[in-house]
DNA sequence: AATGAATGAGTATTCATTCAT
DNA sequence: GATGAATGAATACTCATTCAT
């Protein structure tokens, strides 16, 4: 491997990453007004300026972070879905890879998920969109398949199914967290069928 | 100068509503933080010293801003409810509140809707946690009715699916600001039709 | 006098004033840059935050104060020449006032005297550059007025003569303070006759 | 990766120039305190870190630059002066001399000729101070010369005459930057003029 | 010698809250 | 009760300086 290092790439990768992750952890605990770059930097482990170095601002920072989970959420998502035939599969696929990525990301994924966007600047309120958007999509193109297939009734207007399924994620989430007695997997059974009932499809286990 | 004790009489008494609802349109357009109390004071043509009278803090104001809202909301939605009978009908009524609460109260609804104000005051969030699991309950009792009746599927977990539907709000909202065109009936009508079949029951049209 | 109240016009003039007389000394002492909203508002005897009811910002602070004290300077020179007849005599009162306004306000009048603009806010320079040229202008008037009255020689070029006079003052008012054993009269009168020789008029004693 | 030991060895021993002259630059522009290192370092193509190789301080390297630069400027002015005979010989030399320091370095001639830099470090007033004494005393001198010789009137208080020629350039420069149209000869010359006047000599040109 | 990433003291400004009138 | 002038704690951001490489 000959020299390849743009500017500084070598610590970036670290330093940036800690002041993301630190950034993720604040504003999860406290919003985003709240999170203070004090505290972030504290918690990063940096100075308070050396934020400044990755950064230009509070905002770009959260604009990055925010930019970061939402694209590797939705490529893994799209990658996945891919992979599998049928639209009941990949259905089962995405809710699988949803609750994934909220065991692993639930801080942030509540952010996102709750769409609480009141009196965040405008640049994240549209970040925020077109990462809700493109979600939905995502969710409406299974469903047109699964119309296309003939396993989902074709009288459901997709979009607004999949904007009921988007919505639903985070009231599972929490469901799932104040009901740890019950086993994720038989939640997420239980959800998937709720959802395939809806679009006219026979439940999942007796497809 | 003559004796002017009660100047503004006719307004006594309404000078905490006035504050209510100024603070409700503010936080509503600029969310919690960014919401000044000189902004609140000057939209509701009060002294600034004056919301002091009435409210200990600015967080104090707000808990019985939403608090209010909440209260109000709920306790409708339950009066209506009791007036009818039948579940699938009674879930036809809480659409309905539903929808008449989001035209009116759009701003505040998606705070409250989000269910987990990420980075709130942890008293507003036990609160409106409170509110929330008021309301699913609600839901779930209706659910439970249905099931108990036979027009649902009794192998349905009533708690998960309430928690579905209530999380489906906020998106089924953006969904209809979203889709000015579409007839918001029509919306309504579709999202019942999916709850519907999801809980195991004929489209309400043809019950 | 019946009530006639600007909005805080009371106390305005109070804390305003000593808002002013504070950024005075302190931006006299240390230089714009380095004078601090925490050093004034200690000096002046109030809080950080008083100083921004009263001013936008430190900008707009010492815009202000350059305007105050350059337009009472030059209305009171103004009023005073306009009281004199002939283009001696009003060179007299010139010399005259502008000792006294030195004497009351050293400070300031360096800053502005020395033109030291390199590094201001652009509306500063601005600001200071406008108060130099009304100045200069006074000089010049009189000069052409001893002109046309034939005590001062017509091929000078007033508007260069009144440049070189008024940059001078700066550097008399040093001179004045280096030597403290001489009588500032005295320092004066040499220099009224120094100008008067260069504009080819007879000395003012002997007028 | 062969033996590049040194790279820039042309550049060697003028890095120091090369970092006083992007300093007097940006300095020149911006003023002291908006000046930052970080700019001067890239304006003098070297590293941050290696101006701290040069110069202990910012204030360090400024106070050198102004030394640098008025020790010049006077040295040329004395030699130059002193290859000339008679004293309105020298005061028409020192006219001209300082005319070409201020077409060349205007900025930082601002700043030395504003001569008493209201908020500049201690040290650095200090220097200027010194500066400014060593200039009027090197027109003082020449004056003296010309009472002795007889071609300036005896009468007159030499040091003083020297503060008001000196404190004029200032003004005299900006008066030539104002009046571009006019020929920079013409305004010196009408400036010597005035000035042999005001020291009771014929004027130069009628010598 | 040369560099530039890292630092944190220092600054202007905002805003919830108090309190004299 | 009602007011709004006054306050100062809190916060984002800058920049001279250091030091490991």
Redesign the interface.
Known sequence: MPEERSPRAPLEGGKKQAIMNAALAV?????????TIDEIAEKAGVGKGTIYLYFESKLALVSELIDSVTRAHLNEMEKRIAQVQGAKEKLLVLAGVEFDFWRRHA?LA??LA???????AHELRDQMRAARERYVRLIQSVIEEGQRQGVFAPS??A???A??????????F??AAE?RGAQPDA?RG??LD??L????AAPAREA
């Open positions: 504003i999860t605990e406290k919003g985003y007004h709240p999170a801080p509540q952010i709750s769409g609480e966007m009141v009196g965040m459901i207007d979009a607004l199914a904007a009921i399924i988007f919505g639903a994620r985070l009231s599972l929490q469901f009901h939640i239980q959800a709720f959802f009932r809806a679009l006219g």
